[in-house]
């Protein structure tokens, strides 16, 4: 965050202050009162469940210069129309002050594990800025942006969307130099209502390039390679036939992907330490952004070699005393990325392969389809056991036959598990957010 007085701040975002306005914001932003910063702001937010407004007498004894509210609380703060507006106004200024590359990446699955290991390939080039966990929407975006100051060398932003405009409003607040297009696929296609539709959203981050910019695109997903065509910045693609070549792709005996990347007259052998198959795109596509701004690919190869997993709930490895081994991917699924975990799964070394899958949310008439096909995916790849938790997950345990059990909750899912588990195993814990599916993982764990 760059040096400004609360009434600066103020003055962005068209507010008012009440109490002392000259109190310095030398940090960022938070929306959780318990991590407000010294020096930083708290911004209250009025939730469905939560009220942040209740908590900003906690902001303000942690040390926060002021509380950005739509109504007054306690002193200092700066009231506004819409606190979620003055967030992407104030973020728009401070960018603006600053002059780091802006990278934003985007795709339908795999943004968070790209944009981690984008950020630990350009931190020794660089001060690297990127989201903590999955900042990716309104308020991710401008919160990420005034985590920003004069060092910063690199700004890689995440970017999520929930309809056709919403990349474009984000592109506004941190326009990129780089934009990254990772995948067009089935998540969130309830609300999109079709794939098409999805890469027409996608595709407004490479809209908002200038020409001196750069588009990375995967060449090995037509509607993504199509979006070529919708920028006059320079192209770089990656992927079995892209500019960056992604080839002979193979796991080791702990699931994590060894692989080759060529450009040009340039090959590497690449390692990511990170479980499944699919992190071989991840890193191809957060090589070629490196690429793209003047790394060499030898130099990339043995960063990613150091890449581990850094956001929770994302094929991250836990090890019980007793050596049963939890995979936790429950922070988000869709078809796509299922597929990806449960092959990841199937290639492990393991006494029994066990998956725990929850409900996809969120995808409209394919919903019962995409269930039913994740339960035969699971018999065909001969996941030892596969237990659906809940309702909404009953089409897997129909899909994948007699190897199947459906529970109704997590508590029941435990339960069952407990009974049967032996610590030569390995069990994947994954379903969409909404299903809190990560509460098997604690339970397994003894968190």
Same mark, same amino acid.
Request: contains cysteine.
């Given at each position: 965050?760059?040096?400004?007085?609360?009434?600066?701040?103020?003055?962005?975002?068209?507010?008012?202050?009440?109490?002392?306005?000259?109190?310095?914001?030398?940090?960022?932003?938070?929306?959780?009162?318990?991590?407000?910063?010294?020096?930083?702001?708290?911004?209250?937010?009025?939730?469905?469940?939560?009220?942040?407004?209740?908590?900003?007498?906690?902001?303000?004894?942690?040390?926060?210069?002021?509380?950005?509210?739509?109504?007054?609380?306690?002193?200092?703060?700066?009231?506004?129309?819409?606190?979620?507006?003055?967030?992407?106004?104030?973020?728009?200024?401070?960018?603006?002050?600053?002059?780091?590359?802006?990278?934003?990446?985007?795709?339908?699955?795999?943004?968070?594990?790209?944009?981690?290991?984008?950020?630990?390939?350009?931190?020794?080039?660089?001060?690297?800025?990127?989201?903590?966990?999955?900042?990716?929407?309104?308020?991710?975006?401008?919160?990420?942006?005034?985590?920003?100051?004069?060092?910063?060398?690199?700004?890689?932003?995440?970017?999520?969307?929930?309809?056709?405009?919403?990349?474009?409003?984000?592109?506004?607040?941190?326009?990129?130099?780089?934009?990254?297009?990772?995948?067009?696929?089935?998540?969130?296609?309830?609300?999109?209502?079709?794939?098409?539709?999805?890469?027409?959203?996608?595709?407004?981050?490479?809209?908002?390039?200038?020409?001196?910019?750069?588009?990375?695109?995967?060449?090995?997903?037509?509607?993504?390679?199509?979006?070529?065509?919708?920028?006059?910045?320079?192209?770089?693609?990656?992927?079995?036939?892209?500019?960056?070549?992604?080839?002979?792709?193979?796991?080791?005996?702990?699931?994590?992907?060894?692989?080759?990347?060529?450009?040009?007259?340039?090959?590497?052998?690449?390692?990511?330490?990170?479980?499944?198959?699919?992190?071989? +795109?991840?890193? *191809?596509? !957060? #090589?070629?952004? $490196?690429?793209?701004? %003047?790394?060499?690919?030898? @130099? &990339?190869?043995?960063?990613?070699?150091?890449?581990?997993?850094?956001?929770?709930?994302?094929?991250?490895?836990?090890?019980?005393?007793?050596?049963?081994?939890?995979?936790?991917?429950?922070?988000?699924?869709?078809?796509?990325?299922?597929?990806?975990?449960?092959?990841?799964?199937?290639?492990?070394?393991?006494?029994?392969?066990?998956?725990?899958?929850?409900?996809?949310?969120?995808?409209?008439?394919?919903?019962?389809?995409?269930?039913?096909?994740?339960?035969?995916?699971?018999?065909?790849?001969?996941?030892?056991?596969?237990? +659906?938790?809940? *309702?909404? !997950? #009953?089409?897997? $345990?129909?899909?994948? %036959?007699?190897?199947?059990? @459906? &529970?109704?909750?997590?508590?029941?899912?435990?339960?069952?598990?407990?009974?049967?588990?032996?610590?030569?195993?390995?069990?994947?814990?994954?379903?969409?957010?909404?299903?809190?599916?990560?509460?098997?993982?604690?339970?397994?764990?003894?968190?």
């Amino acid at each position: 965050m760059i040096v400004m007085s609360v009434a600066d701040v103020a003055e962005v975002v068209g507010g008012q202050v009440h109490g002392d306005g000259s109190t310095p914001v030398i940090a960022p932003a938070t929306l959780d009162s318990r991590d407000a910063q010294p020096g930083g702001l708290f911004a209250a937010l009025a939730g469905e469940h939560v009220d942040g407004h209740d908590f900003a007498a906690q902001a303000l004894a942690a040390g926060a210069a002021a509380v950005i509210s739509s109504r007054p609380v306690d002193e200092p703060c700066i009231v506004v129309d819409d606190v979620t507006v003055a967030l992407a106004q104030l973020a728009t200024h401070v960018l603006g002050q600053l002059d780091p590359v802006v990278i934003a990446v985007t795709g339908s699955q795999g943004k968070t594990s790209v944009k981690d290991l984008l950020a630990q390939v350009l931190e020794p080039s660089g001060t690297t800025i990127a989201p903590v966990g999955s900042f990716n929407n309104d308020l991710g975006v401008p919160l990420t942006v005034l985590r920003a100051d004069q060092e910063t060398d690199y700004l890689v932003i995440e970017m999520g969307a929930r309809g056709v405009g919403h990349i474009a409003s984000l592109c506004r607040i941190a326009p990129p130099d780089i934009a990254v297009v990772l995948n067009v696929g089935q998540a969130h296609v309830g609300e999109f209502g079709s794939p098409d539709v999805t890469a027409r959203a996608k595709g407004e981050v490479v809209e908002a390039l200038s020409a001196e910019g750069t588009a990375v695109l995967n060449a090995d997903d037509p509607r993504v390679a199509a979006m070529a065509s919708r920028t006059s910045a320079r192209v770089l693609t990656f992927g079995a036939t892209g500019d960056v070549v992604l080839g002979d792709v193979r796991l080791d005996d702990a699931g994590e992907p060894h692989f080759t990347l060529a450009h040009s007259d340039t090959s590497v052998e690449v390692h990511v330490p990170q479980i499944g198959g699919h992190h071989a +795109a991840n890193a *191809a596509a !957060a #090589a070629t952004t $490196a690429l793209a701004l %003047g790394l060499d690919l030898p @130099a &990339v190869a043995e960063r990613l070699d150091h890449a581990g997993a850094r956001s929770p709930m994302r094929m991250s490895r836990h090890v019980r005393d007793d050596g049963l081994v939890v995979i936790d991917d429950a922070y988000n699924a869709n078809p796509e990325s299922m597929a990806a975990a449960l092959h990841a799964l199937a290639d492990m070394r393991a006494g029994r392969r066990v998956a725990v899958l929850g409900e996809m949310l969120e995808l409209g008439d394919v919903s019962d389809e995409s269930h039913l096909e994740l339960g035969r995916l699971a018999a065909r790849l001969d996941i030892d056991l596969v237990v +659906a938790v809940g *309702a909404g !997950a #009953a089409g897997i $345990a129909e899909g994948a %036959g007699e190897r199947a059990t @459906a &529970v109704g909750d997590v508590d029941e899912a435990v339960r069952s598990l407990s009974a049967w588990l032996s610590p030569t195993d390995v069990v994947l814990v994954k379903a969409s957010r909404g299903i809190r599916l990560e509460r098997v993982t604690e339970a397994l764990l003894g968190h």
